[in-house]
């Protein structure tokens, strides 16, 4: 799980890693557990991030909805071992949900220059919708698959410029329509990339 989270697995050894690590499910506890969804996420695995945030039958943060919590708990098994039931550690999982459901990430100070980059859920997850607050104001996302239409609305504060990720999905074409405008988007990987995008609200579309 280290070595993936920091980026420093071995080429060669990646896959073999990543299914040790997803054969483990959540082995972690509250100290660590803020890796494994980033070791998840730079793996651009959506589907098993997914079900590490809300299989009620592993331990994790679903587990402890499914038990009557109401906030985050000192450990996954705080309930039978007596140990606090509202406690920090636990919302470390809240990163994880931001940088690879929402899709937002920082790489610049103060959020100068931000990332947006929803991971690919193959269906299993199809409209998401929250905000990300930062010293700026609020950076707002939403992104829905419909009719084999994705559609991501991305409203930035002043001051603040991305770097758009839309999944390529089966299509063949590397237009996406920004802004009721059609453009051709840079490939990368499974995406395709539209950098540059000034503050304001902004909505993406492309067909899969």
């Not at 100290?31 to 651009?44: N, Y």
């Not at 309930?79 to 920082?106: A, D, F, R």
């Not at 700026?136 to 991501?152: F, H, M, N, R």
């Not at 453009?183 to 067909?207: C, D, M, R, W």
């Amino acid at each position: 799980m280290f070595p993936m989270a920091l980026d420093i697995t071995p080429e060669n050894n990646k896959k073999a890693v990543l299914d040790l690590v997803k054969q483990r499910k959540m082995s972690v506890g509250m100290v660590t557990a803020r890796f494994l969804p980033q070791a998840l996420g730079l793996a651009e695995e959506g589907d098993h991030l997914l079900e590490l945030y809300t299989n009620p039958e592993w331990d994790g943060w679903a587990k402890t909805i499914s038990k009557g919590g109401t906030a985050t708990w000192e450990s996954w098994d705080a309930l039978e071992t007596n140990q606090s039931m509202c406690h920090p550690w636990g919302t470390s999982g809240l990163n994880g949900m931001q940088e690879y459901i929402l899709g937002v990430k920082s790489l610049k100070p103060q959020h100068e220059l931000i990332q947006v980059k929803p991971l690919d859920f193959h269906g299993k997850l199809t409209n998401v919708s929250g905000s990300v607050p930062t010293d700026k104001g609020d950076i707002q996302v939403a992104w829905e698959i419909k009719s084999k239409t994705y559609q991501l609305t991305l409203n930035s504060p002043n001051n603040v410029t991305a770097e758009v990720y839309i999944p390529k999905g089966n299509s063949t074409t590397n237009e996406v329509t920004v802004d009721g405008k059609i453009i051709t988007a840079k490939p990368t990987g499974n995406y395709l990339l539209i950098e540059n995008v000034g503050s304001g609200k902004h909505v993406f579309k492309k067909q899969l």
